[in-house]
């Protein structure tokens, strides 16, 4: 396990995060069912993202590294040229790959396995389990078919109307990959928006899709054309700089080609309507996605109240902005992210419980938690608890505690974000030595 000891320091630069996560994962298995060639470039680095490409290639699929800026050439195989994998297909810690992979492995006429680490064993499947089946696929798992490893029989699918009881982006997009195989249309009614890049996508290579509302309906097309992809710079990877920005007492931070797609930029929402003093700037569209760069610089944050339709839009920085609450004035409430209970940990007890070994005054709701803003923390031995996002938050932690504060399973945040460590310590070093130039996504 390794230790990360972190430092407050002032902070300054342009941070130029990885590839998002949620598009890279969409823009590989989407363009493997295409008929054709398609680049995608700025893929993550990250280990959830490398599992999505294991498994693909274990389909059959031929993915080669494209050159020096993290772009991928997939030759597409079409929709039904994937081949029946020779192996289980592991998934690692990557709940998108395996949600997804279900609703792509579902249309299939072979049989395939799909497993995951311990953390990925533990979380639930039964949410894409039960509509995958009423859409006629043969699907089995453990503890009633609730988890992992998944045994997966499909092909035969038919279109149904399903009511989904959270909003999901995971569980919509499994269920519009396995559409796409099913005869007549599919139709799915949200309770909330979720993140929408699978749609943006599937409209770009072909496929009809209809919105009401928050109801959304695919037709099933017999080819997806090759989707060429520049993969913006992750805004859940961005949120850490941006809390940073906003606490530090000294800080000015730019994050550089940033995805801002509204059913994503909920963090920025909350951020500014708790007083961060934030910029966007070079607003434009690159690949269906908008693009821009963020600039924060210290703030003085009031405390809010966070739930309804904002929550599905920033469920991945919560533990983040609950950061950040710790140095707002009043009181902050979450509520409606019960979803952070099953993620890589307990998000909502393993947020609480750290913080609060940094002196945070914080308390867990049964949805989510309840902050009292004191400005001040300080540095103490904490743990990631194997979670990527607790491990970056709490080393963004270090920097606005007095003190110093080890982060225990530091190594978690390469899940995500495999540069972040070194990202924090070269914005530090930028704020000192100004205008000096470092030559990496940090300048």
């Excluded at 913006?232 to 606490?247: E, N």
Aim: with cysteine.
């Amino acid at each position: 396990m390794r230790q990360q000891v972190v430092a407050p320091a002032r902070l300054s630069g342009v941070v130029r995060p990885p590839g998002d996560k949620s598009i890279s994962h969409r823009a590989a298995m989407l363009n493997a069912l295409a008929t054709g060639q398609a680049r995608v470039t700025n893929y993550s680095a990250g280990g959830d993202c490398a599992s999505t490409l294991r498994c693909l290639r274990a389909l059959g699929v031929q993915v080669q590294a494209g050159g020096g800026d993290g772009s991928l050439v997939i030759e597409g195989v079409g929709l039904h040229g994937l081949r029946e994998p020779s192996d289980v297909l592991d998934v690692g810690n990557s709940g998108t790959t395996a949600r997804l992979l279900a609703g792509l492995l579902a249309g299939q006429p072979f049989l395939s396995v799909l497993t995951g680490d311990r953390s990925l064993r533990s979380r639930p499947m039964d949410r894409i389990v039960r509509p995958l089946r009423e859409m006629g696929a043969q699907v089995l798992g453990r503890e009633g078919d609730s988890r992992a490893p998944l045994v997966i029989r499909g092909g035969n699918l038919r279109g149904i109307e399903y009511r989904m009881p959270v909003a999901s982006a995971q569980v919509k997009s499994c269920l519009l990959i396995a559409g796409l195989y099913a005869r007549g249309a599919t139709t799915l009614r949200q309770p909330a928006p979720s993140r929408d890049h699978t749609e943006r996508m599937l409209r770009r290579m072909g496929v009809p899709l209809r919105e009401d509302g928050l109801a959304l309906t695919a037709e099933p097309v017999e080819a997806l054309m090759p989707l060429d992809v520049r993969v913006p710079a992750d805004i859940s990877s961005a949120a850490y700089w941006l809390v940073a920005g906003a606490c530090h007492p000294d800080g000015r931070l730019t994050v550089a080609d940033v995805g801002i797609n509204p059913t994503r930029a909920g963090i920025l929402e909350a951020l500014q309507a708790m007083g961060a003093r934030a910029t966007i700037a070079h607003r434009r569209e690159e690949g269906g996605e908008e693009v821009a760069d963020v600039t924060v610089e210290t703030s003085r944050l009031q405390g809010a109240e966070i739930g309804g339709e904002l929550v599905p839009r920033l469920i991945d920085e919560v533990p983040v902005l609950a950061l950040a609450a710790c140095f707002a004035r009043g009181t902050t409430v979450i509520r409606g992210a019960a979803e952070l209970r099953v993620k890589e940990s307990d998000r909502i007890r393993t947020t609480v419980r750290e913080l609060s070994r940094l002196g945070a005054h914080i308390r867990e709701l049964p949805d989510g938690m309840e902050v009292h803003g004191t400005g001040k923390l300080v540095g103490a031995a904490v743990q990631s608890h194997g979670d990527h996002r607790l491990a970056m938050m709490l080393g963004i932690a270090g920097l606005l505690a007095q003190g110093e504060t080890e982060v225990r399973g530091a190594e978690a945040a390469s899940v995500s974000y495999p540069g972040f460590w070194r990202d924090l310590e070269r914005v530090a070093q930028g704020a000192r030595r100004a205008e000096a130039a470092v030559p990496s996504r940090v300048e």
